[in-house]
């Protein structure tokens, strides 16, 4: 059935609906009505003397051409269109509905040459752009862009009359959208077409907008910067040469009246135009660009023009002696000559800016360069050796230094073109080069620039041999371990770190034995702080250099070889007794710190070496723990020390998720042989020391093990956190992954003998719940969670009620990481125990569990699986259970849920609190006065981030207005220590950050009552036993003596 064109156009006309409805352009795109169907339907409206109407009827037919695929367009059609379109140029509230179309019309391959300048010529001749709004003038430009872009010939046959007409229909334009999209056009036509002779026309609407002083509007919807349109025009006026006659002049003449970002502009623009305007041109005026050019490298205050200036010489340069056949005759000699001249005086203030100049003409030019360097070095060296002041030989060295490092930005950049082998520019002065910077190593206040000239030259590849490099590395060794000054080593560190990545064989083969030579065998004695902060200096040194493959091999061997020493070595009974293992403790834990930072740096980098490390690195640590917890006797051998075992589970985590889940497979099975089943050799690096193991180290009952043994807890745990959610795991006969998990959720409340064992075990339990709970049967999993609710944290079956509400509640959090609905229907129960009135210890132990829900993938749950929104939904569950237990609570259990409710406030950032605010701010208020400091810190962070966030609505900001004094108050008690209460540096640290939010967040006259007596108050503050603490109330004092100024 054919489609009614005319009913539908005059409906949707009626109803002033600009858009064609679907089912005409569905029905034009299908075939079934033509275009020329919808200009017959709208013939009324498209001659109508009414100028609304006519320009309604336009739009809408403009509206259909732009809505309908480009093949229902026949020949035929689009010419009618066309001419149509056309035909409206001139008709002024018609125009941007024409332009819309045409802008169709143009871009279908029907359209040819002739059909462009007919297009073109229509556009000149009917449009006077002064009379239009920046949007149709923007339009305009679009459509020439358009026809610029598919038929640039036909306009190249226009010949003059196509500049012309051009530079008149532009001419003026000051909107800056518009000149984004002109000065792309300028720069295609002053490209591609011949602008010579007309030159002086596209010179007077492009160089009239030079320099740009343009300043973005507040709120610019278009976003365009100062800096869009100077790099954009900058494109414009180095377009073509022939501006040079005429723009070179004008350059010079702006040097006269520019200053600050103006002459910054200035100095970019000419290095641009330079090498496009040719050295002929350049050259004729080259000494007036050099002499305006040097005076803003000497002289300029602002260090963006310095920087542009020299960019500039570099520019000039590169145009005038692009290659080595180009001898720097003429002005390169003028240069060089009084470079040489202003660098006899070390003592004067442009002495830097000389060497600069040297630097910029060795950037620019491979000939310039050379013979500036030819010019300048010898006589620095002479007076480096021989100073008429000693103070001078730093500056020399800066400057030396400052072309050594231009020298590597040329020849040691990656993809670099020129090559020091080819041009030689450095190789007269080797030698020299290497004393002066070896005795700058070793001189005061000439380190740090001997340090960066030795790193230059190092990373230009083939300028210095293997032994002229460790030259300057055993210099910078000396002072990486001897120096003192912070910034020195940092700038050795630096240096060495860039070495690594040209020279790795150097460093490892010098610099680290020296740094594991400063490593001592055991830990400083109590009383030897310097031994100590050596030792410590140097693991500083190791965590940055040793990222590279090569030396974090090394790092890996020599740390578990220095590890191996400290345990197998029996602790002193001497005079330091236990505080003598404490120091060495200490050391062993420094030590596997550093090897955890250099793994956690090189993951952050992406190195592909290091998931193979794991084989290297884990049995070594595995079996260094295996063995002090099977070693006989009472001893406390070194590993037993739990604080050395979380670092080693922390290591083994990181480096186990690293791998595949191919290689995780058997990686894993062998750790469940050795933790369970007792084949300890599975997981050390020598089987055969593998001591005799009686079974699992979790066992229970009679066949529990020691609790040194129970400890190895710490790395099963970590194996399991990192084990990936897809690897398979094949469970021995009778084993399943229901049975594995249930032992250890047991294991917990039963046999663990301390709340270490258990925070361990419970983390095994969460990561593996959570990534396998596909392999989990629901029902069971439901029963077993529900008896342990009913039998150990109810009915305390095992005497280990906190320890069952771990289990529960860990279990409970892997699930809700998963937006697992169990987790919702497992939480009824302890909210049901928050209002239990006979059962104070259970909702004691019950109501600050919440916040194990708040821990989410932190602390040991990073490997963790969670899912999107997991945090808003379990959130949404429980707030409003808590909101209405707490409101209909008796006043003897109203302290559970504001407990409950204050240790989930982590779980949530504060802008999705803004939404509840109403609701959940009196729950804050009345949680100010918990006794836990854990969940007041907790309360107040919240408060804090809430003044911080607050949106601009009027509701938000009346509500916190409202009880300003009220927040103010609960906040304020917490800022110090008081009799009878409990506190901690946590909860006072967070309380003055949150105090220091008030002057910024509330209105002045809002609390200015307050303002003295928060001032009184901070002075207790001030004398706080803990330095974090009196920091933190300088600041907020200084905040709150400026609130109302």
């Not at 809505?67 to 001419?83: E, G, H, K």
């Not at 049901?832 to 600050?848: H, I, M």
Request: glycine content about 6%; aromatic content about 8%.
């Amino acid at each position: 059935m054919a489609l009614d064109v005319q009913r539908i156009v005059d409906t949707q006309l009626a109803s002033a609906e600009p858009d064609p409805s679907p089912e005409l352009v569905q029905s034009i795109n299908a075939g079934n009505t033509k275009l020329l169907d919808v200009v017959r339907a709208l013939g009324t409206f498209l001659v109508s003397e009414t100028d609304a109407v006519r320009a309604r009827g336009l739009e809408y037919l403009s509206n259909v051409v732009a809505s309908v695929d480009r093949a229902q367009f026949n020949r035929p059609a689009a010419a009618t269109l066309r001419a149509f379109f056309l035909s409206k140029l001139d008709d002024g509230g018609a125009l941007p509905h024409a332009l819309k179309a045409l802008g169709v019309l143009v871009k279908l391959t029907s359209f040819g040459d002739d059909e462009a300048e007919e297009v073109y010529r229509a556009l000149v001749e009917n449009v006077n752009m002064r009379a239009y709004p920046q949007t149709v003038r923007y339009q305009v430009y679009l459509l020439f862009d358009a026809l610029l872009a598919g038929h640039k010939h036909a306009f190249k046959s226009m010949g003059p009359e196509f500049i012309s007409s051009y530079c008149k229909m532009v001419d003026g334009e000051k909107d800056p959208r518009n000149l984004m999209l002109l000065f792309q056009l300028d720069a295609v036509i002053l490209r591609d077409f011949n602008v010579a002779p007309q030159i002086e026309e596209m010179f007077d609407v492009t160089f009239c907008y030079f320099p740009i002083t343009f300043r973005p509007p507040p709120n610019d919807p278009y976003r365009i910067s100062a800096d869009d349109l100077k790099v954009a025009l900058r494109g414009v006026l180095a377009a073509t040469p022939a501006f040079a006659p005429v723009a070179l002049p004008l350059f010079l003449e702006k040097f006269q009246t520019s200053s600050g970002q103006t002459m910054k502009d200035l100095l970019q623009t000419i290095a641009a135009c330079f090498p496009v305007y040719g050295a002929e041109a350049v050259g004729e005026r080259g000494e007036e660009f050099w002499d305006l050019i040097k005076t803003e490298i000497l002289y300029s205050s602002d260090k963006s023009v310095e920087i542009a200036a020299l960019g500039a010489l570099e520019s000039l340069m590169r145009t005038l002696y692009p290659t080595m056949d180009d001898k720097p005759v003429g002005l390169g000699q003028t240069i060089v000559t009084q470079c040489v001249e202003g660098l006899q005086d070390p003592g004067k203030n442009s002495f830097p800016g000389w060497a600069k100049c040297i630097a910029a003409m060795l950037r620019g030019s491979p000939s310039a360069g050379a013979f500036a360097i030819s010019q300048t070095f010898p006589p620095l060296f002479k007076l480096f050796d021989q100073p008429k002041v000693a103070g001078h030989r730093a500056p020399i060295l800066h400057a030396i230094s400052s072309v050594l490092l231009a020298a590597r930005s040329v020849y040691a950049v990656s993809g670099a073109i020129r090559r020091e082998t080819d041009e030689r520019s450095l190789e007269p002065y080797r030698e020299a080069l290497l004393d002066v910077l070896r005795e700058g190593l070793q001189t005061i206040d000439l380190k740090i620039p001997a340090i960066k000239g030795s790193v230059a030259l190092a990373e230009i590849p083939g300028f210095w041999s293997r032994l002229e490099v460790e030259k300057v590395v055993r210099g910078m060794d000396e002072l990486l371990i001897n120096d003192k000054d912070e910034e020195v080593r940092s700038a050795v560190l630096s240096g060495l770190r860039t070495i690594v990545g040209v020279h790795a064989e150097v460093v490892q083969s010098l610099t680290l034995p020296i740094l594991f030579h400063a490593l001592p065998d055991a830990g400083p004695a109590p009383d030897d702080s310097d031994l100590r902060e050596t030792y410590r200096s140097v693991l500083r040194s190791l965590t940055e250099l040793c990222t590279m493959p090569a030396l974090f091999e090394t790092l890996t061997i020599r740390i578990t070889t220095k590890l191996d020493l400290l345990s197998s070595s029996e602790p002193s009974s001497t005079t330091f007794g236990p505080s003598k293992r404490e120091c060495d403790v200490a050391y062993a834990w420094d030590l596997l710190h550093t090897l955890e930072t250099v793994i956690n740096k090189k993951i952050e980098e992406k190195h592909a070496d290091i998931a193979r490390h794991y084989n290297q690195v884990v049995p070594r640590l595995c079996s260094l723990a295996i063995k002090a917890a099977y070693a006989d006797g009472d001893q406390e051998t070194l590993f037993r020390d739990r604080r050395l075992l979380v670092v080693v589970g922390s290591i083994t985590e990181t480096l186990f998720w690293e791998l595949s889940p191919e290689k995780q497979s058997p990686a894993f099975q062998a750790a469940y042989a050795a933790f369970e089943g007792g084949d300890l050799g599975a997981v050390m690096l020598n089987p055969k020391e593998a001591p005799v193991s009686k079974g699992s180290i979790i066992a229970s009952g009679a066949d529990a093990p020691r609790v040194e043994q129970q400890n190895l807890v710490a790395i099963y745990s970590a194996l399991v956190r990192g084990l990936k959610s897809e690897t398979p795991v094949a469970w021995p006969e009778p084993t399943s992954a229901t049975h594995f998990w249930s032992r250890k959720l047991a294991w917990i409340y039963t046999t663990a003998v301390d709340d270490w064992q258990r925070g361990m075990m419970a983390s095994l339990v969460a990561a593996f719940i959570n990534k396998r709970r596909s392999e989990v049967d629901t029902l069971w999993l439901t029963q077993e969670l529900s008896n342990v609710w009913r039998e150990e944290v109810l009915g305390d079956k095992h005497g280990k009620r906190a320890a069952a509400i771990l289990s529960y509640f860990t279990a409970v959090k892997a699930l809700s990481l998963l937006r697992d609905e169990l987790a919702y229907t497992m939480m009824e129960d302890p909210l049901a125990a928050l209002a239990l009135t006979d059962e104070s210890e259970v909702v004691g132990l019950v109501a600050p569990a919440f916040g194990i829900l708040a821990e989410g993938k932190k602390g040991r749950g990073a490997h963790l699986t969670a899912k999107l929104l997991w945090a808003q939904r379990l959130w949404n569950f429980l707030l409003p259970k808590l909101v209405a237990g707490e409101q209909g609570a008796e006043a003897n259990t109203r302290r559970s849920y504001l407990t409950a409710f204050a240790s989930l406030l982590p779980l949530v950032p504060s802008s999705l609190l803004l939404t509840d605010l109403p609701t959940i701010l009196p729950l804050l208020l009345r949680a100010l006065s918990l006794p836990s400091p854990a969940q007041r810190t907790n309360v107040i962070t919240t408060l804090g981030s809430i003044l911080e966030t607050a949106n601009s609505s009027t509701a938000t900001d009346q509500l916190l207005h409202a009880q300003a004094e009220s927040i103010l108050e609960g906040v304020l008690h917490s800022i110090a220590r008081r009799e009878g209460e409990e506190s901690s540096g946590k909860l006072r640290i967070s309380a003055l950050t949150t105090l220091g939010v008030f002057p910024s967040s509330i209105r002045y006259e809002t609390l200015h009552g307050s303002k003295s007596r928060v001032i009184k108050d901070l002075a207790v503050a001030l004398d706080d036993p803990l330095r974090a603490v009196r920091r933190e109330a300088v600041d907020t004092r200084d905040k709150w003596y400026q609130y109302g100024k």
